[in-house]
DNA sequence: AGCGTGATCTTT
DNA sequence: AAGATCACGCTG
């Protein structure tokens, strides 16, 4: 199975979020343990006119890197409890990343029901925080790339348009008006909105 | 529909 | 130094 290269990231940050539609995301846990997920959800998190962007302001500790090279992970910490994992996208010096909010379990269920704490295979990636403790990703992983052993996306077969939909960012109260979230129609595994 | 949880950012 | 906010998940 083909890896994605360093130019596949080399796309504006919503294209992006178009485009990691349907691809595979890596974690080799150990020589033993690999997990795969499908990408079924995406948002899009960009530069200094997006309110809902860390990094509108301007760069901060917590916010470098999305200041780094396209293809790097940036994860972070909120609400007391979750973990957020985000593929750098935009040049170098530009901030701007894509929020991985969903995936399919493709390879590894039983590690990730462990760390989850449920057999449920829709319950087990279905939201941002939810696929971070599945992956067993944390702070630790802030600043990694997709290019290692450890962490790589593999290829597959574009999502064509009429199967993908578009609507607002989840949990946000800033630019509620840009419709920068991208999901696989029907599928299961896409998160619920908020409150329903 | 309400709450836990703690880092980060803004305001004093 | 204090207060508000927060790209959430769980219980009920």
Known sequence: MQRLPEQFFEHQTLELAEKLLGKIF????????????????????????????????????????????????YVYFTYGNHYMLNIVSEPENIPGAVLIRAMEPVEGEAFMQKQRGTMVATALLSGPGKLTKAFAINGDCNGK???????????????????????SRIG???????????YILNNPHVSKARGS
């Open 26 to 73: 890596v974690r080799r846990i150990s020589d033993t343990v690999e997990l795969k997920g499908r990408i079924v959800e995406t948002e899009a998190y960009c530069g200094e006119f997006d309110e809902a962007c860390h990094a509108w302001r301007g760069k901060t500790a917590r916010n470098s890197m999305m200041f780094n090279k396209p293809g790097m992970l």
């Open 145 to 167: 790339d997709l290019f290692s052993s450890e962490f790589f996306l593999e290829n597959a077969p574009e999502i064509p348009q009429n199967a993908i939909a578009t609507g």
């Open 172 to 182: 946000i109260t800033k630019s509620r008006e840009l419709q920068w979230r991208k």
